[in-house]
């Protein structure tokens, strides 16, 4: 499957929020679980949000992770 990262921001000095990704190629209810992670930085820009530590249930296979963008902006 595939999995995509979701694109995520904050304001400067705010607390970061929930990262989460999704797949459309799950079936059923079946989900993704862990979560994605960020690079480490508070200043005002750009950062890369990759995979981490998401996984599918056992009868999936993550063949793709397209990474996310979090931004931090100005107060």
Known sequence: ISVVVDDASKQYGESDPELTAHSDDLVFDDTL????????????????ITGGSISAEPNYSIDSVTSGEFTITTR
């Not at 979560?35 to 480490?40: C, F, L, Q, V, W």
């Open 33 to 48: 679980t862990g979560s994605p992670t960020r690079d480490a930085g508070e200043a005002v820009g750009a950062y890369p």
